[in-house]
């Protein structure tokens, strides 16, 4: 029996923005060479549009955005720019080398945003929309318009807008719930307004952006295909502004178990997903909660003796999907100081890890150095163990050794050792605690204005042995990052996640990364 040939009506396209609105989550800013890493995954894996970054925000930006637009394969290759000439100018010159770019131009269309955001009457922002698009064609016949604030916007003025938009050339009309306020039933009914009153929306296709304010982007998203739409734009992990974005692996998984209710389809490759979602973690430093739906690490988990036992009678009791159809394999090799190089490597894969060279070896070495100290490696050993190996791997500070005094009869003090740009420097210092007294001897040989936001710690694993894992967030200046770092002695797990942090905020400041980091502070994002 043949399968049926997939109707091109029915296929949803996967637009990609986890290095734009994903990475304007605070704290969530990744280097030049991360967000190639990144882009490289997900032209692999089959999204159909990247937007790459908004070009005019910084000159980070605009070379992220070009250089991915020369090593992108597949996908079209998509910067963001506000109604203004300036920035359409910059986003078509950072598209060009593409072999196939995209402008995405957008433009606030709601009563309070044009009030209060634009200070605009509706007819000047309606000939905006109009000149926007018609200068955007002068790059590419592939322009897509955006009405921020879509789904607060008056339905007369919408309409007229984005039949505007396609009438001067626009082939994608983005309908954005920016500020996650719609439900689905109220998307779906706009969607569904929209292509009955527009006379020319057979001439575009249309696309859902929606956040996650309320918790519905997901659900809004796919209400809004059964309404017309055939583009979602969203992010890996669902990471974004605010809330976030409609997570694409849950978009993507929503449409592959539910096909009966949702008969689409996509050209993601599933297998992939737990992949990318380690990546874009490690590189970001923002942990997937562990309920999170199809990535996170309890989605395949049973504990209950009830689910234990339905999952050994048949495994479609308690699961709807297998984890091999997300890229999570079932076989589980037992890791300890008696495994070997292959062993290991064999185990990342597993876990969805890709490793090579260098940073192999020393994930290994790790491992092993881990494996001396405890009884039992399990796999969340070595996800935090290669999540830090990935985040620290073009560190400039390093940490090389630290001896702490505590106890009952302070000061506890701290002595550290720190590799800096390849040399070693030692300073000793005292604090209230032992934690205390180790970042005091950072902010000794690493003087700087941070405040500490967030300190954070729990076990990977359950044990007195058990890997303490930390979380740190430092805010300077209006910018705030987050690090991790992970190790059985909790003092040097907080060491490695404060270093982490610092050498986030400081690659800032040096040499090329610093301009990568450097993103306009505006509220001009849909």
């Not at 203004?84 to 010159?93: M, T, Y």
């Not at 109220?186 to 929306?201: K, S």
């Amino acid at each position: 029996m043949t399968t049926p040939a997939k109707s091109e009506k029915d296929r949803v396209v996967i637009f990609d923005t986890t290095l734009r609105d994903g990475e304007q989550c605070p704290g969530a800013t990744m280097t030049h060479e991360e967000k190639l890493e990144v882009a490289a995954l997900l032209d692999e894996m089959g999204v159909d549009i990247i937007e790459a970054g908004f070009p005019i925000a910084s000159e980070g930006d605009f070379l992220a955005v070009n250089e991915i637009a020369k090593r992108s394969k597949n996908a079209v290759i998509a910067g963001l720019a506000r109604a203004g000439q300036k920035d359409i100018d910059r986003c078509g010159e950072a598209i060009k080398p593409a072999k196939r770019g995209r402008i995405h131009t957008f433009i606030s269309t709601s009563p309070v945003h044009m009030k209060w955001k634009l200070q605009m009457e509706p007819e000047k922002v309606l000939g905006m929309v109009v000149s926007s698009v018609t200068r955007a064609r002068n790059y590419t016949d592939d322009v897509e318009w955006s009405a921020e604030d879509a789904t607060r916007t008056e339905h007369d003025f919408l309409c007229r807008c984005v039949e505007a938009a396609i009438k001067a050339g626009a082939a994608t009309i983005n309908i954005p719930d920016t500020v996650g306020y719609t439900v689905p039933e109220e998307y779906f009914a706009l969607i569904a307004m929209l292509h009955q009153r527009v006379p020319n929306a057979d001439k575009a296709r249309f696309s859902a952006h929606c956040h996650n304010d309320l918790g519905m982007a997901v659900a809004n998203s796919l209400a809004g295909v059964r309404g017309g739409i055939r583009q979602i734009e969203c992010t890996i992990n669902g990471i974004g502004e605010r809330a976030g974005n409609a997570a694409l692996e849950e978009v993507v998984m929503a449409i592959n178990v539910r096909n009966d209710v949702l008969p689409y389809w996509t050209n993601i490759d599933a297998t992939m997903l737990t992949r990318a979602s380690k990546l874009v973690a490690a590189v970001t430093s923002f942990p997937v909660q562990y309920n999170k739906a199809i990535v996170g690490r309890n989605a395949f988990a049973h504990e209950s003796g009830i689910h234990q036992d339905g999952m050994l009678k048949h495994t479609q009791t308690y699961e709807i999907m297998t984890p091999e159809s997300v890229g999570v394999k079932q076989t589980s090799l037992v890791m300890g100081k008696h495994s070997g190089r292959h062993a290991f490597s064999r185990k990342l894969e597993e876990l969805g890890y890709k490793l090579a060279g260098n940073q192999l070896e020393d994930a290994f070495v790790r491992f092993k150095a881990l494996a001396d100290r405890k009884k039992h490696v399990y796999d969340e050993d070595i996800e935090a163990l290669v999540d830090e190996e990935i985040a620290t791997a073009q560190d400039r500070v390093k940490l090389v050794s630290l001896t702490v005094i505590a106890g009952t009869m302070g000061p506890q003090s701290a002595t550290l050792t720190l590799d800096i740009d390849g040399h070693h420097q030692t300073v000793q210092s005292t604090g209230n605690g032992p934690v205390d007294a180790t970042f005091n001897c950072i902010k000794q040989l690493i003087p700087n204005d941070s405040v500490l936001e967030l300190y954070q710690v729990h076990a990977v694993t359950a044990g007195t042995d058990a890997q303490a894992e930390v979380s740190v967030r430092l805010a300077e200046n209006g910018r705030a990052v987050t690090a991790k770092g992970a190790d059985p002695d909790t003092l040097v797990a907080s060491a490695k996640a404060y270093l982490g942090a610092l050498n986030k905020l400081t690659a800032r400041y040096h040499g090329a990364m610093a301009t990568a980091s450097r993103r306009i502070h505006s509220t001009d994002t849909i």
